[in-house]
């Protein structure tokens, strides 16, 4: 099922999205030469974002994974989700969940075309065009009260999107939002990029806004500020490759070859340089996390005595920052 809730204005091919140049490094097909343009340039200055956009892929995979298999959620909404690839959130979650029912939400109107085409007879499954930064309009949509039970845990992703969420646009405050409307029991995943360096940080944020990018490159520190309250699950807040790595996980589709080899150009050359200029890499950094507290507080508190005696490990993080093993 779709539905577009932002006036549909078309899809212009001959300026490049975020969402195609994205889904090019990895390994779409759905994508265009002003698209690929885009990606090669960034590429020039940021090789190290071919790996950054992949390994992102494959976490992807790997929290749905654990958040069906073995949290037991059975809700997802994907908040910037992209371009359908392999391994969608819903084609992921109903593998491990087969009653898994999942909202999609991107920006960009070319993923609601394609989302239109891939999901037109799953009646569990939708897409939503709308903006993350008008999160109550997600939260309240028709599609997502048809799909979503706000009653039950919810695991909310925003996966490698937090860097198109700048601090004026008050992150904190859509995660805020997100976390108070989603039942105990409920997760948050997170990805954006870091660096511990901020030229480096200012160096992105600079060339990837001079591409027409919205772009925020955070620190880990600052990545943490944003997801305070919320209770990590180990290995807590890591780089994408070191939350429960799978070397057997399914790969993703090959490489496009004209990316790998500017990056391998580039990369090799930036090696030299870092000899004499240490070069810090960006990185993608993760949760998931996972939520308590929100609407119903005191209710909330005691779904979660019950939930904690069935799940020993899980913590209650009260709003001050207190945390009692009982949840209380
Ligand atoms: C890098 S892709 C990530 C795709 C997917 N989440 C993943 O991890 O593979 C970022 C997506 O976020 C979308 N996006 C960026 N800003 C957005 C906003 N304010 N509201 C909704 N979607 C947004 C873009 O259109 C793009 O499809």
């Known amino acids: 099922m779709v539905s577009a809730e932002l006036p549909f204005s078309g899809v212009r091919t001959d300026i ?55 949290a037991g959620i059975r809700q997802f909404i994907d908040m910037g989700c992209g371009l359908p690839t392999d391994n969608n959130v819903h084609q992921v979650a109903q593998r491990f969940a087969p009653d898994s029912r999942v909202v999609y939400v991107d920006i960009d109107p070319i993923v609601l075309a394609h989302g239109r085409a891939l999901l037109a007879d799953d009646d569990s499954t939708t897409v939503i065009r709308a903006d993350i930064r008008q999160v109550e309009e997600i939260l ?41 409307r989603i039942a105990p029991g409920g997760y948050i995943a997170f990805t954006q990029a870091t660096s511990d360096d901020p030229a480096h940080r200012a160096l992105m944020n600079s060339q990837l806004s001079a591409y027409g990018l919205t772009w925020q490159t955070r620190s880990p520190q600052e990545v943490q500020a944003l997801l305070a309250g919320l209770e990590p699950v180990a290995p807590g807040l890591v780089d994408v490759n070191d939350w429960r790595p799978d070397p057997d996980q399914p790969p993703l589709p090959p490489r496009p070859r004209r990316a790998e080899a500017l990056r391998r150009r580039l990369q090799a050359q930036q090696g030299r340089l870092r000899v004499r200029r240490p070069a810090a890499q960006a990185r993608l950094i993760t949760g998931p996390w996972q939520a308590h507290g929100g609407a119903g507080r005191a209710k909330a508190r005691r779904r979660h005595r019950r939930l904690a005696e069935r799940t020993r490990w899980m913590r209650f993080t009260a709003p001050d920052g207190r945390t009692s093993p009982e949840g209380g």
Do not use: C
């Not at 343009?37 to 590429?43: D, E, I, P, S």
């Not at 997502?144 to 004026?168: N, Q, W, Y």
């Open 16 to 70: 490049p999205s975020p969402a195609r140049g994205y889904g090019w490094m990895l390994g779409g097909k759905d994508n265009y030469e002003a698209d690929r343009q885009f990606v090669r340039q960034m590429l020039k200055n940021l090789p190290e974002a071919l790996d950054a956009a992949r390994e992102n892929r494959l976490f992807l995979y790997r929290v749905v994974r654990h958040l069906a298999a073995e």
């Open 140 to 180: 309240d949509h028709p599609e997502t009260k048809r799909l979503i039970d706000f009653d039950e845990p919810v695991a909310v992703l925003f996966l490698s999107v937090g860097h198109m969420l700048p601090d004026k646009d008050d992150p904190r405050r859509i995660l805020q939002t997100v976390i108070d």
